[in-house]
């Protein structure tokens, strides 16, 4: 999946939350003020590189999002793993955690989610020896 420029990703923001919209409409819900060229160039380029799709109506066309939100967030999040933390998801937490100030009950919180995701693991780590 390629990744999104900043004004591809606000417009495919716009489809996600809204669904299926004609240009004017993404034009009037765009955050910032944008010209009907530059708009029509975003979703021309996310046409062409498969995360938008458009379907005619009389002389209308509609645009909707065929990139799921969460599988371009799963894939940016990914990139962001590999390019800014040499590729340790650990590194990324750890920026997200001194970034945010989290408090000592978030804290506490993320400590029984990572207990509860080692605990999984050795139940599955487990399963995978006895099968050898």
């Known amino acids: 999946m390629s990744q999104f420029t900043s004004g591809e990703l606000r417009v ?3 489809l996600w939350e809204h669904g299926e919209l004609k240009p004017g409409e993404l034009q009037e819900l ?5 010209k ?4 029509r160039s975003y979703l021309k380029i ?10 005619r109506v009389g002389k209308a066309f509609f645009y909707k999002a065929n990139t ?3 599988r371009a967030f799963s894939t940016m999040l990914g990139d962001l793993v ?9 590194e990324l937490v750890m920026a997200l955690v001194r970034k945010e100030k989290l408090s000592e009950d978030d804290l506490l919180e993320l400590k029984r989610l990572a207990d509860l995701g080692s605990e ?7 399963a995978r020896e006895k099968k050898s």
Do not use: Y
Not at 30 to 34: K, R
Not at 36 to 39: K, R, V
């Open 82 to 90: 590999r390019i800014f933390c040499a590729g340790s998801v650990d």
């Open 68 to 70: 799921p939100r969460q």
């Open 46 to 55: 996310l046409v062409d590189k498969g995360h938008v799709s458009r379907r």
């Open 36 to 39: 009907n060229p530059a708009l």
């Open 120 to 126: 999984a693991g050795s139940r599955k780590r487990g």
């Open 30 to 34: 765009h955050p910032v003020p944008i």
């Open 12 to 14: 495919m923001q716009l």
